[in-house]
């Protein structure tokens, strides 16, 4: 799980608001682990 966020300021530079959202990155995982685990790299 991959979890990213960032702040919403208002005028006065004040945080007002947190924006935050999860990614579910297993599938990226599986399919790169095969490559992982041979050494290779992959653009």
Do not use: T, W
């Amino acid at each position: 799980m991959e979890i990213h966020g960032f702040p919403i300021f208002d005028e006065n530079g004040n945080v007002a608001r947190m924006i935050e959202y999860a990614l579910d990155i297993i599938g990226i995982q599986q399919f790169l682990q095969p490559y992982l685990l041979k050494g290779e790299h992959i653009s």
